[in-house]
Structures are given as C-alpha cells and as structure tokens.
C-alpha cells in the first residue's frame, strides 16, 4: 500500500518525499519508448532550447499525443498513490510534463513553485516526477525547500530559458527569495529508474544542470487534482495550459482534465 503511513507523513510535513521503488519496469519500459518518440517527433507543446552548451528537451501535455503517456497517467499505478496522498475520492489528470537534460548541461532549473504557473486554484495539487536513468546532485538531481508548501506565497513565474518571453505578472505574487543564499532546509535524492518524487504545487523545488559527459537525466512528471479544485482564468499562468472549455471558479472536469480516479 502506497503511500506508506511514513511516506505521508513526510509528504504532509515537508511537501516533498522519495518513494522508492514505486513505479514497475514494465511501465518504465512504456515511458522509455515514449520519451524516445517525443525526442523524435515532439507534440504540439515542445519547448526545448539549446543552452550554452548540452541540450534539454522539454514537452507537456503530451498524454494527449502520445499513447504510452497517456496509459501511464490514466491507467498507471501513480493515480491511487495521488489519491491517498491528497484525501481525495476522486481524481483529476492535470497535465504530464518531460524535462531531458542531456549530458553537459549545465544549465540549472530555476527555484520555483509549480501552482503559479498553473490555471487552477485549490490545495489537493501535487506532481510525481520520475526518472528513467540514475540522477545524483551531479546529474542534476531536484530539491526542495522542505515546508514551503505551508508558507501561503505565490512566487511570480519566469522563463525557463534563457531569453523566453516573460510571464503575465500575477496578482498578489511576489518574487522568489534568494533560496542558495542559505538558511533554508533543503531537501534533495539520489534516484534509480523506478522511484518517485512525490510533492505538493506549492513546493519551492529546483534541479541543478547535467554535469556529467555521459549520463542522460530524463525526466517525468505527472500533475493531479482533487475534488475541490477549480480553473483559474486570471493573469499569470502558462498560455499552454488554459483550457479555453472552463470559465473562471469551473470544476476542473473536462476532455482537457480528465476524471482518472476511481
């Protein structure tokens, strides 16, 4: 049964936890196939550059694309985890996201938290990020900033990459502290193929580049909601992710946002 009673307990606290050993080969087989698919032919939502040096491929929504995602987000064995972990009964897909950090790519991900950058209001939010290749600090393992869900602060989203276009200023956001300054506690794993990172939307998390000359860090996350959730159509989220069949204060139910759960 997962979560485990520690497992929660560590989620609830702290916002972020490592499930070890969570997701089986067959669907990490499913996943590789797919991530390779996208690389290959990217859908409609590709957003990869080519930074100084090395090369992320990044892509979302891509469930609806592809059909390995979309098995592995309606049907895979993270729903129920997603629904424990929530206190939920029932189950919204969000969107699915993939982050490729190529070998030296040094560039690092950005201290951030996710709901800002999202159409949708409410607390029962979290994301499952999953990798398909061993990730150390060096290969550019996430952290997270144990507790932040809990501070109540909406930080303003900014670009990824370098020169992107910026975001609608949200209101009420503030911008991000200077969290490497210290005097935080940072929470941060090394992961095999098979484990899962489990956080809340509200989490301050970011991912250090890919330092190494031969190791891939290709990486999966899913999002999911839980009842009490509704679509948000005010400024500041990513254009990609509005759903123009919702108004504003809408339950999230949709072809876009998909019941998965029960």
């Known amino acids: 049964m997962r979560p485990t009673e520690r497992e929660q307990a560590d989620f609830d606290r702290d916002g972020a936890v490592l499930m070890k050993g969570v997701v089986p080969d067959e669907w990490l087989d499913v996943l590789a196939d797919a991530v390779e698919r996208d690389i290959a032919e990217p859908g409609p939502f590709f957003n990869g550059y080519m930074p100084e040096a090395g090369r992320f491929h990044g892509n979302l ?137 489990a956080f809340h939307a509200m989490t301050v998390h970011g991912a250090g580049g890919n330092l190494t000359a031969d190791t891939r860090r290709r990486g999966y996350a899913v999002r999911y909601c839980g009842e009490g959730c509704t679509y948000f159509a005010g400024p ?6 509005r759903n123009p069949a919702l108004a504003d204060g809408d339950p999230l139910d949709s072809a876009r946002f998909p019941a998965v759960w029960p």
């Open 236 to 241: 500041g989220p990513n254009d990609n992710l």
């Open 61 to 197: 929504r891509i469930w609806e694309t592809h059909e390995g995602f979309r098995a592995f987000c309606c049907e895979g064995p993270l729903r129920e985890a997603a629904a424990r972990f929530l206190g939920a009964k029932r189950l919204n897909l969000f969107y699915d996201q993939l982050f490729v950090k190529e070998p030296g790519t040094p560039q690092p991900t950005r201290w951030h938290n996710d709901q800002p950058y999202w159409p949708v209001r409410g607390w029962p939010v979290m994301s499952f990020w999953l990798p398909l290749d061993p990730v150390t600090r060096e290969s550019g393992a996430l952290s997270f900033v144990a507790g932040s869900h809990r501070w109540d602060r909406w930080f303003q989203p900014e670009p990824f990459a370098k020169g992107a276009a910026a975001y609608e200023r949200g209101e009420n956001y503030e911008p991000m502290p200077e969290i490497d300054a210290g005097g935080y506690d940072i929470l941060s794993w090394d992961m095999e193929p098979g484990d899962a990172l």
